[in-house]
């Protein structure tokens, strides 16, 4: 019961305009995020996440000289994600490495990728400077 | 920290939702307590920094995070082998923490944690204490040198490197390798598994291999392997060292280290006994001190054992612990720390909002080992919660490359760059 309330008031305060500017957040994430809920929107949140070593951050890949533009997830086509994986999941695509990715993952939690990928923003990603070791490193 | 917060935290939320305007007071964000709490994480290495930005994410910004990390800078095991091989230099492996704090608001408390009450739940640190509603332990691994006592000096560890993390003790084994005359022996052993990276040693083959064949084609590697065999990527690596390095290395499988004489730089083993010009002991590991002054270890296992759900300690409750000293019979490595840190961040924003997380989560590892300075290959697989067991067990249609290929030394650095970005902006 208590719980519930805290629920409901916690989903009322994110959706409240009011908040957006002290929590840093888009709109649009605010509008995704007060939607996840659901067991399915929690088990395609980390499952996306677990994409970012190579597709980054909520598919926004760093591509660096272009070499990698297939690596942007973010604001993907659905039909074409799916098709894709697919393609990949029953050997029908050739691939270096997502065809062990997508052979472990169900038609439904390809979908739910798929989904969650069309719905982020493509801002791209910034090619993090790497900088000198100092001396009192380990 | 949280003195003057007058309100408990369902009052506050209460109010804030009434009224809307009381959330833009700049009250909220400088002294009163988030509506859901404070997290610390101790340990700033992938596991550690992910869950930091994931938490903050997807609470959107509802939970307080603080970071407690000794080193002012992140320097990456992933690629630190290249700096062996001289395709890479440390510095081109070395990043601010900046982005990811001001990005997502985390807070940083550049200290070394002296103890843990979790009674309490506080964290205690050489300036400064912190108390928490959740904790998280991430601190990697930490060498075990009951067996080789004669290691434990630090001057002892600047003549006889580890280079098993990143960072002067890696600048320190390559130069070593360059000073090394042609001709030479270098001298690698391997710990019985688990341990940090297991393609990790094998990789570091290649590298020193490949530096010699172009360099001191005269010189030798010997791998005195603890393990009966190349345990990861192995019909790649026995491929690899046949034909690009095949009067160069020589590997030896059930060869568990005995003991180490620092002065002579020789190996005494259960097979052999061995004298290097460069000798690398990569040593038996165990979680990291932060688990054992938290004990989050039993006295007979290294490791700690968690709920693969929320990753919470099965010792200690509100304690979770994420990275290499998880005991989950699964690779340590920093895409698994990264997928571990994820699993965790959405279970504890769950649980301080009341809910339940995920009972059933999937994740994936992908890892690359370079052959020499260009050619890569893979090894991926997902992962999946059995409900039965409790564990996460790979998901069938996992494996590795075909073969090393150019491609997939593009495709390597490109997952080195995505993390580093996904973990540190």
Known sequence: MQHNTLQKIFIVLLASSVIWPLLAQTAEDVVVSAAQTSNSDLHARVLAASCAACHGTNGNAVTGSNENRNAILAGRDVTEFITKMLGFKDGSREATVMHHHAKGLTEVEIRQLAEYFSKQKPTGALLLKPQTLKAHHE | ?425
Request: glycine share 6%; with cysteine.
């Open chain 2, 1 to 425: 920290m949280n003195k003057n917060t007058t309100m408990n935290r369902r009052d506050f939320i209460k109010v804030g939702a009434a009224t809307g305007v009381l959330l833009a007071n700049p009250a909220f964000s400088m002294g009163r307590k988030p509506p859901l709490g404070r997290v610390v994480i101790v340990g700033g290495g992938y596991a550690g920094t992910t869950a930091a930005k994931y938490i903050r994410m997807w609470s959107l910004g509802a939970v307080e995070v603080v970071v407690v990390e000794k080193s002012s800078q992140f320097v990456s095991c992933p690629m630190s082998n290249l700096v062996l091989g001289g395709s890479k230099t440390i510095d081109d492996l070395t990043f601010s923490y900046d982005l990811v704090q001001k990005n997502h608001g985390i807070k940083w408390a550049q200290d070394e944690v002296t103890a843990i009450n979790t009674q309490a739940k506080k964290v205690i640190m050489k300036r400064g204490e912190l108390n928490y509603d959740r904790l998280i332990v991430a601190p990697g691994i930490d060498f075990n040198y009951e067996a080789l006592p004669n290691l434990m000096a630090e001057d002892a560890q600047q003549q006889i490197p580890h280079a098993w993390k990143a960072g002067w003790q890696t600048v320190n084994l390559r130069k070593q390798l360059e000073q090394m005359p042609d001709g030479g022996v270098f001298v690698m052993t391997i710990p019985k598994a688990p341990y940090r990276c297991p393609p990790g040693p094998y990789e570091r083959v290649c590298q020193v291999a490949s530096y010699f064949k172009a360099q001191k084609p005269a010189s030798k590697v010997i791998v005195l392997d603890a393990n009966a065999e190349v345990i990861s990527k192995k019909g790649l690596f026995l491929k690899a060292w046949a034909e690009l390095y095949p009067n160069i290395v020589e590997y030896r499988p059930n060869n568990a280290l005995v003991s180490v004489d620092v002065a002579t730089k020789t190996v005494v083993t259960e097979a052999d006994k061995v004298k290097a010009d460069v000798l690398n002991v990569i040593p038996p590991q165990k979680a990291g001190r932060i688990a054992q002054l938290a004990n989050l270890v039993e006295p007979d296992y290294p490791w700690c054992e968690v709920d693969f759900l929320t990753y919470e300690s099965k010792i200690i409750p509100n304690v979770h612990v994420i990275g290499d000293s998880v005991s989950s019979g699964l690779p340590k490595s920093a895409h698994m720390a990264t997928s571990q840190a994820r699993v965790c961040a959405s279970a504890i924003v769950e649980l301080m909002k009341g809910q339940s997380p995920d009972p059933a989560p999937v994740f994936a590892n992908t890892c690359y080992s370079f052959i020499d300075d260009k050619h890569a290959m893979h090894v991926a697989n997902v992962y999946r919660y059995d409900a039965p067991k409790k564990i996460m067990v790979p998901a069938e249609g996992g494996g590795v490359s075909a073969k090393a290929s150019a491609q997939e030394g593009v495709y390597a650095l490109a997952w080195a760059q995505n993390i580093w970005a996904d973990v540190l902006t």
